[in-house]
């Protein structure tokens, strides 16, 4: 824990990379974990029912699980948000790179949040492209409409589609001129995640994670812990 503390006193451009892992402590299961999503009974797997094709396809089923397992509107930030949060408002950190769709980064205080998957708090309209609060999309009793008759749809990124140029950009440029990446709660298995660390040239590569991953013996220093423990000390 000191060797982290030294490190952050050391750096001024922090990056933090994030997965689910860092919302799970804030009561969002983690969808592709064991204990996640997958070992629950639904006619489809989560993965095919946050597809592209199955939205298209089933979109009042889309909006069925989406609202019942994917939306967590009163989850509350946890430690490790907080911490970031206040690393940010220090001026050490520059920005937060989340796979996440929740928003907790945005409600601990972090400004500047680059979500690769996009969040559940922004939705739009199909048709028109017109904004809706994600109140529209909790009451509607069906599909979600808009007054223009077009479908709304959350702003996340689903399986099948692409992940924006521009967001995948701006993620790879501050990881490029980070002096410090911290990396916590992904198992850096699933793409983006790999190639984004390729472009760190940084001195200080973090890794926190519960269980090992196969970038742990190229890490300057791994932390097996929760999280939100992990960072505490910066909140
Ligand atoms: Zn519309």
Redesign the pocket.
Known sequence: MSKLQDYVTQSNYIVFFGGAGVSTESGIPDFRSVDGLYNEKWKYPPEVMISHSFFKRKTEAFFDFYRSRLLHLNAQPNNAHLALAALEKAGKLKAVITQNIDGLHQKAGSENVIELHGSVWRNF?L??K?SHPVSTVTNAAGVPL???G?VIKPDIVLYEEQLDDDIMISAMDHIARADMLIIGGTSLAVYPAAGLLEVFKGERLVLINKSATHMDKMADLVISDNIGDALACFV
């Open positions: 309209c048709k028109c017109e808009c007054n223009c077009g």
